[in-house]
T-cell receptor
Framework: DTEVTQTPKHLVMGMTNKKSLKCEQH?????MYWYKQKAKKPPELMFV???????INESVPSRFSPECPNSSLLNLHLHALQPEDSALYLC?????????????FGPGTRLTVL | KNEVEQSPQNLTAQEGEFITINCSYS?????LHWLQQHPGGGIVSLFM???GKKKHGRLIATINIQEKHSSLHITASHPRDSAVYIC?????????????FGKGTKLSVKP
Protein backbone atom coordinates (compact mmCIF):
# COMPACT_ATOMS: atom_id res chain seq x y z
CA ASP A 1 0.00 0.00 0.00
CA THR A 2 1.76 3.12 -1.22
CA GLU A 3 -0.86 5.74 -0.87
CA VAL A 4 -2.01 8.42 1.50
CA THR A 5 -5.77 8.65 1.88
CA GLN A 6 -7.72 11.68 3.05
CA THR A 7 -11.33 12.06 4.08
CA PRO A 8 -13.58 13.76 3.36
CA LYS A 9 -12.83 14.83 -0.22
CA HIS A 10 -14.97 17.94 0.17
CA LEU A 11 -16.19 19.76 3.26
CA VAL A 12 -18.44 22.77 3.63
CA MET A 13 -18.73 24.25 7.09
CA GLY A 14 -20.00 27.34 8.83
CA MET A 15 -17.84 29.56 10.96
CA THR A 16 -19.32 28.14 14.16
CA ASN A 17 -18.95 24.49 13.22
CA LYS A 18 -16.43 21.98 14.50
CA LYS A 19 -15.16 19.47 11.98
CA SER A 20 -12.16 17.20 11.46
CA LEU A 21 -10.04 16.17 8.51
CA LYS A 22 -8.53 12.72 8.50
CA CYS A 23 -5.38 11.37 6.88
CA GLU A 24 -4.15 7.78 6.85
CA GLN A 25 -1.10 5.94 5.53
CA HIS A 26 0.12 2.37 5.93
CA UNK A 27 3.62 2.72 4.53
CA UNK A 28 5.26 2.77 7.95
CA UNK A 29 6.23 6.42 7.57
CA UNK A 30 6.97 8.13 10.85
CA UNK A 31 6.71 11.69 9.55
CA MET A 32 3.37 13.19 8.58
CA TYR A 33 2.51 16.67 7.36
CA TRP A 34 -0.39 19.05 6.88
CA TYR A 35 -0.23 21.61 4.09
CA LYS A 36 -2.67 24.33 3.07
CA GLN A 37 -2.97 25.29 -0.58
CA LYS A 38 -4.85 28.29 -1.90
CA ALA A 39 -5.90 28.46 -5.53
CA LYS A 40 -3.02 28.89 -7.97
CA LYS A 41 -0.47 28.96 -5.15
CA PRO A 42 2.05 26.35 -4.01
CA PRO A 43 1.33 24.41 -0.81
CA GLU A 44 2.23 26.01 2.52
CA LEU A 45 3.46 23.83 5.33
CA MET A 46 1.29 23.95 8.46
CA PHE A 47 2.41 21.14 10.77
CA VAL A 48 4.91 18.29 10.89
CA UNK A 49 4.66 15.26 13.14
CA UNK A 50 7.69 13.05 13.81
CA UNK A 51 7.16 9.82 15.73
CA UNK A 52 3.62 10.98 16.55
CA UNK A 53 4.90 14.15 18.20
CA UNK A 54 4.41 17.65 16.85
CA UNK A 55 7.80 18.86 15.65
CA ILE A 56 6.90 21.86 13.50
CA ASN A 57 4.06 24.35 13.82
CA GLU A 58 4.42 27.07 11.21
CA SER A 59 2.67 29.68 13.36
CA VAL A 60 -0.73 28.29 12.46
CA PRO A 61 -3.76 29.87 14.23
CA SER A 62 -5.15 27.86 17.12
CA ARG A 63 -8.44 27.33 15.29
CA PHE A 64 -6.49 24.55 13.54
CA SER A 65 -5.61 21.76 15.97
CA PRO A 66 -3.59 18.77 14.71
CA GLU A 67 -3.57 15.36 16.33
CA CYS A 68 -1.58 12.22 15.61
CA PRO A 69 -3.22 9.38 17.56
CA ASN A 70 -0.94 6.71 16.10
CA SER A 71 1.72 6.23 13.47
CA SER A 72 -0.81 5.72 10.67
CA LEU A 73 -3.32 8.47 11.40
CA LEU A 74 -3.21 12.23 11.32
CA ASN A 75 -6.19 14.44 12.08
CA LEU A 76 -6.75 18.14 11.71
CA HIS A 77 -9.49 19.51 13.97
CA LEU A 78 -11.19 22.67 12.79
CA HIS A 79 -13.12 25.13 14.94
CA ALA A 80 -14.35 28.67 14.40
CA LEU A 81 -12.78 28.95 10.99
CA GLN A 82 -12.91 32.03 8.79
CA PRO A 83 -13.90 32.21 5.10
CA GLU A 84 -10.25 32.90 4.23
CA ASP A 85 -9.42 29.43 5.56
CA SER A 86 -11.16 27.96 2.52
CA ALA A 87 -8.49 26.01 0.66
CA LEU A 88 -7.25 22.57 -0.32
CA TYR A 89 -5.75 20.82 2.70
CA LEU A 90 -3.11 18.28 1.80
CA CYS A 91 -1.65 15.57 3.96
CA UNK A 92 1.71 13.96 3.23
CA UNK A 93 3.96 11.36 4.79
CA UNK A 94 7.60 10.36 4.49
CA UNK A 95 10.17 8.15 6.11
CA UNK A 96 12.30 9.77 8.80
CA UNK A 97 16.05 9.86 9.07
CA UNK A 98 17.67 10.73 5.77
CA UNK A 99 17.51 14.28 4.50
CA UNK A 100 15.31 14.76 1.50
CA UNK A 101 13.19 11.67 1.83
CA UNK A 102 10.37 11.60 -0.66
CA UNK A 103 7.03 12.88 0.55
CA UNK A 104 3.89 11.06 -0.53
CA PHE A 105 0.89 13.34 -0.84
CA GLY A 106 -2.76 12.56 -0.38
CA PRO A 107 -5.52 13.76 -2.73
CA GLY A 108 -6.51 16.57 -0.40
CA THR A 109 -9.70 17.81 1.25
CA ARG A 110 -11.27 20.83 -0.38
CA LEU A 111 -12.63 22.96 2.43
CA THR A 112 -15.15 25.74 2.02
CA VAL A 113 -15.96 27.95 5.01
CA LEU A 114 -19.19 29.91 4.68
CA LYS B 1 13.27 31.56 2.78
CA ASN B 2 15.33 30.57 -0.22
CA GLU B 3 13.69 30.96 -3.54
CA VAL B 4 12.92 28.27 -6.07
CA GLU B 5 12.23 29.61 -9.52
CA GLN B 6 10.45 27.80 -12.30
CA SER B 7 10.10 28.64 -15.95
CA PRO B 8 7.98 29.02 -17.85
CA GLN B 9 4.99 29.91 -15.66
CA ASN B 10 2.58 28.81 -18.38
CA LEU B 11 3.16 26.50 -21.31
CA THR B 12 0.86 25.48 -24.14
CA ALA B 13 1.91 22.67 -26.43
CA GLN B 14 0.46 20.57 -29.21
CA GLU B 15 0.01 16.87 -28.61
CA GLY B 16 3.21 15.00 -29.42
CA GLU B 17 5.58 17.87 -28.69
CA PHE B 18 8.65 17.55 -26.49
CA ILE B 19 8.28 19.68 -23.38
CA THR B 20 10.86 21.07 -20.98
CA ILE B 21 10.18 22.75 -17.64
CA ASN B 22 13.06 24.33 -15.76
CA CYS B 23 13.77 24.84 -12.07
CA SER B 24 16.58 26.89 -10.51
CA TYR B 25 17.37 27.25 -6.85
CA SER B 26 19.78 29.36 -4.88
CA UNK B 27 21.34 27.24 -2.12
CA UNK B 28 22.66 23.78 -1.40
CA UNK B 29 19.98 21.16 -1.34
CA UNK B 30 19.69 17.56 -0.21
CA UNK B 31 16.98 16.66 -2.71
CA LEU B 32 14.76 18.11 -5.40
CA HIS B 33 11.24 16.94 -6.08
CA TRP B 34 9.11 17.21 -9.19
CA LEU B 35 5.41 17.09 -8.39
CA GLN B 36 2.30 17.00 -10.58
CA GLN B 37 -1.08 18.46 -9.69
CA HIS B 38 -4.15 18.15 -11.88
CA PRO B 39 -6.82 20.86 -11.63
CA GLY B 40 -8.65 20.63 -8.32
CA GLY B 41 -6.65 17.57 -7.40
CA GLY B 42 -4.02 16.34 -5.01
CA ILE B 43 -0.31 16.18 -5.61
CA VAL B 44 1.54 13.25 -7.13
CA SER B 45 5.26 12.89 -6.63
CA LEU B 46 6.92 12.25 -9.99
CA PHE B 47 10.59 12.23 -9.07
CA MET B 48 12.96 12.84 -6.22
CA UNK B 49 16.51 13.64 -7.34
CA UNK B 50 19.77 14.32 -5.59
CA UNK B 51 22.00 13.81 -8.63
CA GLY B 52 21.99 12.75 -12.26
CA LYS B 53 18.93 11.71 -14.14
CA LYS B 54 15.79 9.65 -13.66
CA LYS B 55 13.32 8.32 -16.21
CA HIS B 56 9.81 7.03 -15.79
CA GLY B 57 7.85 6.31 -18.92
CA ARG B 58 7.69 9.50 -20.99
CA LEU B 59 9.03 11.62 -18.15
CA ILE B 60 12.70 12.42 -17.62
CA ALA B 61 14.14 14.53 -14.82
CA THR B 62 17.70 15.79 -14.65
CA ILE B 63 19.60 17.76 -12.08
CA ASN B 64 22.90 19.63 -12.19
CA ILE B 65 23.98 20.22 -8.62
CA GLN B 66 26.88 22.52 -9.55
CA GLU B 67 24.60 24.78 -11.60
CA LYS B 68 21.70 24.48 -9.12
CA HIS B 69 19.34 23.62 -11.93
CA SER B 70 16.89 20.85 -12.77
CA SER B 71 14.75 20.11 -15.79
CA LEU B 72 11.64 18.01 -16.29
CA HIS B 73 11.12 16.71 -19.81
CA ILE B 74 7.99 15.15 -21.25
CA THR B 75 8.36 13.28 -24.51
CA ALA B 76 5.45 12.73 -26.88
CA SER B 77 3.17 14.96 -24.79
CA HIS B 78 -0.50 14.07 -24.44
CA PRO B 79 -3.55 16.07 -23.31
CA ARG B 80 -3.63 14.01 -20.10
CA ASP B 81 -0.26 15.55 -19.22
CA SER B 82 -2.08 18.88 -18.76
CA ALA B 83 -1.46 19.80 -15.14
CA VAL B 84 0.60 22.06 -12.91
CA TYR B 85 4.17 20.84 -12.43
CA ILE B 86 5.82 21.93 -9.22
CA CYS B 87 9.50 21.88 -8.32
CA UNK B 88 10.27 21.64 -4.60
CA UNK B 89 13.60 21.45 -2.81
CA UNK B 90 14.72 20.24 0.56
CA UNK B 91 17.56 22.59 1.43
CA UNK B 92 20.31 21.76 3.89
CA UNK B 93 19.18 24.49 6.29
CA UNK B 94 15.64 23.18 6.39
CA UNK B 95 14.14 21.04 9.10
CA UNK B 96 12.35 17.74 8.62
CA UNK B 97 9.94 17.90 5.76
CA UNK B 98 10.37 21.57 5.10
CA UNK B 99 10.13 21.73 1.33
CA UNK B 100 10.51 25.01 -0.50
CA PHE B 101 8.09 25.04 -3.42
CA GLY B 102 8.33 26.81 -6.74
CA LYS B 103 5.26 28.61 -8.01
CA GLY B 104 4.53 25.87 -10.53
CA THR B 105 4.33 25.62 -14.30
CA LYS B 106 0.87 25.26 -15.77
CA LEU B 107 1.04 22.97 -18.79
CA SER B 108 -1.76 22.68 -21.30
CA VAL B 109 -1.41 20.12 -24.08
CA LYS B 110 -3.84 20.58 -26.97
CA PRO B 111 -5.02 17.64 -29.06
Amino acid sequence: DTEVTQTPKHLVMGMTNKKSLKCEQHMGHRAMYWYKQKAKKPPELMFVYSYEKLSINESVPSRFSPECPNSSLLNLHLHALQPEDSALYLCASSPLGLAGNEQFFGPGTRLTVL
Amino acid sequence: KNEVEQSPQNLTAQEGEFITINCSYSVGISALHWLQQHPGGGIVSLFMLSSGKKKHGRLIATINIQEKHSSLHITASHPRDSAVYICAVRWWGGSQGNLIFGKGTKLSVKP
